[in-house]
């Protein structure tokens, strides 16, 4: 892909990158509203709160929130935290539809291991869900495997994993 960034957020994006969470979040869950309502239904209840804070949630040296630019438009972001001090959370890897299956997430990802490598991580851990067949597809291919919950807040629909830095 020509043209593509892969850096840390930017305050003036953390807006945006909370838009294209949303908006293929939507793709994937078939929410029944409007894009505004869901918006607005996730800064009501708070969900995005990390992304609202990205910018002390995941600071360095213990965590990052990335973004992947082409020709200047946000495509994906992607975000390690602390769990403990050897093992790290991957959180908000999302890329708009249009430029999955392009190594894009790959690279992310990269990006995102690199950090968590030069951090002192080993071992780096993550949640979705299982109407996420294809992101889970992916981290299978990265090598993450399956893992019992590491949380208490969890339902039948959650997936752990875990991929050895």
Not at 43 to 55: H, I, K, P, R, S
Not at 67 to 80: D, H, M, N, S, Y
């Amino acid at each position: 892909m020509p043209n593509l960034h892969i850096r840390p957020i930017a305050p003036a994006e953390i807006a945006q990158a909370k838009r294209l969470i949303l908006s293929v979040a939507r793709g994937i869950f078939q929410w029944p509203e409007t894009p505004a309502e869901t918006f607005r239904r996730f800064d009501e209840n708070g969900e995005l709160q990390d992304v609202d804070e990205a910018l002390t949630h995941y600071a360095p040296p213990a965590g990052i929130f990335l973004v992947a630019v082409a020709e200047g438009q946000l495509i994906g972001t992607g975000a390690v935290r602390p769990l403990t001090p050897f093992v790290c959370e991957l959180k908000r890897l999302w890329l708009l539809e249009t430029y999955q299956g392009q190594g894009i997430g790959f690279q992310l990802m990269q990006a995102l291991f690199a950090f968590a490598r030069g951090a002192g991580y080993t071992t780096m851990r993550l949640m979705t869900e299982t109407r996420q067949a294809r992101a889970i597809g992916f981290y299978q291919r990265l090598g993450f495997q399956p893992i019992a919950p590491y949380h208490d807040d969890t339902d039948e629909e959650d997936v752990f994993m875990e991929f050895r830095l």
